[in-house]
């Protein structure tokens, strides 16, 4: 099969009707738009509530006043160029400011502004940090999307971390599993690479970005496979988005399918509060609701999935919400909480951690590591202060 064609101008896809292209023209000027001619072709044009559509087709809601560019306050995080060292064990490598697609929700929109530098094409510094810190033993490469990297540089980084005898664990975060599996069952040098360095001592895993069923085609299904008999451990995750899995048969019937293909469902998120996000923010109780009704449809197999946000503090299992009480757990901390379990009042309108009450007395809003690094939220806060 050829790879897809790459599509960066809203007004090539003439399925949109002409004026409503005149108006998402605004936001793809505020927010980057980039697609595929496979992951349109998943879209049900006739169908005006559409996931896919939803999940990659710019919304008026994106220009609504909401959110942080930056709502985990991942600026803080950076220990070396490149290199976020949040947890002791984990360290990540920002490799790609680049994605297969840009996802509506995502929460490092601020990664494809101009004016933010948070990808290092020379992960070098962040490498000699990972080599210097021997607490680290597994690596998560991100971006963007690490499997948008040509296959020869994702080699470099790979045989680098290799020689680095701590470093037991190799991830690669990315949507291309279903964004564009060809990418993977095509590429014999990437599945060689695979191969070579995903051993039963050191895993290579896989970080998929499946948020729906509709996304595990016969093509997606072919790329898990050729990941797994290349030795690779592919595993799911993704936020309960409103209007797009927040329906618990849809979540259950993901759940089921991911488990049938061999891929471990990992991670619900509660969606971040990002700005551009709006449209897809469900209450903690309404996300808390779906995924248990969807786990009550499938296996156990489907069930290990936990649903967590990813807050500043550290990723914050929800355990239960009952009786207006949230019921949480620190699945990991940035202060060494782990398994701190926190019964707090939950708001039926609360979305996030930071709104519920009470919630500042588990944790410090953390200080950046790295002085001279500006974030995103730094800069949009000079930027508005500039022009008061």
Not at 99 to 112: M, N
Not at 168 to 192: A, C, H, Q, T, W
Not at 195 to 207: A, C, G, K, W
Not at 257 to 273: D, Q
Request: charged share 30%.
């Amino acid at each position: 099969m050829a790879q897809p064609k790459y599509i960066m101008n809203i007004d090539k896809i003439t399925q949109i009707p002409e004026e409503e292209r005149a108006k998402l023209k605004k936001i793809t000027e505020k927010f980057v738009f980039r697609v595929n001619d496979y992951y349109l072709s998943l879209i049900d044009w006739n169908n005006p509530n559409d996931p896919i559509k939803k999940l990659i087709i710019p919304n008026e809601g994106e220009l609504a006043e909401y959110g942080r560019w930056d709502a985990s306050d991942e600026d803080t995080n950076y220990a070396a160029e490149g290199c976020q060292h949040k947890y002791g064990t984990t360290a990540l490598l920002i490799v790609s400011e680049v994605c297969g697609a840009y996802c509506r929700y995502c929460f490092r929109k601020r990664l494809f502004r101009n004016d933010i530098k948070e990808a290092m094409s020379d992960v070098q510094p962040g490498i000699e940090y990972i080599k210097n810190h021997p607490e680290i033993n597994n690596v998560l490469l991100t971006g963007g999307d690490s499997l948008i990297l040509a296959t020869k540089k994702l080699r470099l980084i790979i045989e680098q971390l290799r020689e680095i005898p701590h470093v037991k664990i190799i991830r690669l975060g990315s949507k291309m599993p279903v964004f564009n599996p060809m990418r993977i069952y095509e590429d014999e040098e990437l599945l060689k690479l695979i191969n070579e360095f995903s051993t039963p001592e050191q895993r290579i895993y896989v970080m998929a970005h499946i948020n729906h069923p509709v996304e595990i085609t016969e093509e997606a299904k072919k790329g898990f496979d050729a990941l797994h008999k290349a030795g690779a451990i592919v595993v799911n995750q993704t936020p309960v988005l409103k209007g797009i899995n927040d329906d618990p048969k849809v979540l259950g019937e993901l759940l089921d399918k991911l488990s049938w293909a061999g891929v471990t469902p990992y991670y619900f998120f509660i969606n971040r509060p990002v700005a551009g996000n709006n449209d897809f923010v469900l209450s903690l109780e309404e996300a808390y609701n779906a995924v248990e009704q969807a786990k009550a449809m499938t296996s156990g197999l489907g069930k290990r999935v936990r649903l967590s946000m990813s807050h500043t503090s550290g990723k914050i299992e929800i355990l239960a919400i009952e009786d207006g009480k949230a019921y949480l757990k620190y699945h990991q901390s940035r202060d060494n909480n782990y398994g701190k379990f926190m019964v707090l009042d939950c708001p039926k309108d609360a979305a996030w951690f930071d709104d519920l009450p009470g919630n500042e007395q588990y944790w410090t809003p953390p200080k950046k590591k790295l002085d001279t690094f500006i974030g995103a939220n730094e800069k949009i806060k000079e930027e508005k202060t500039l022009t008061v």
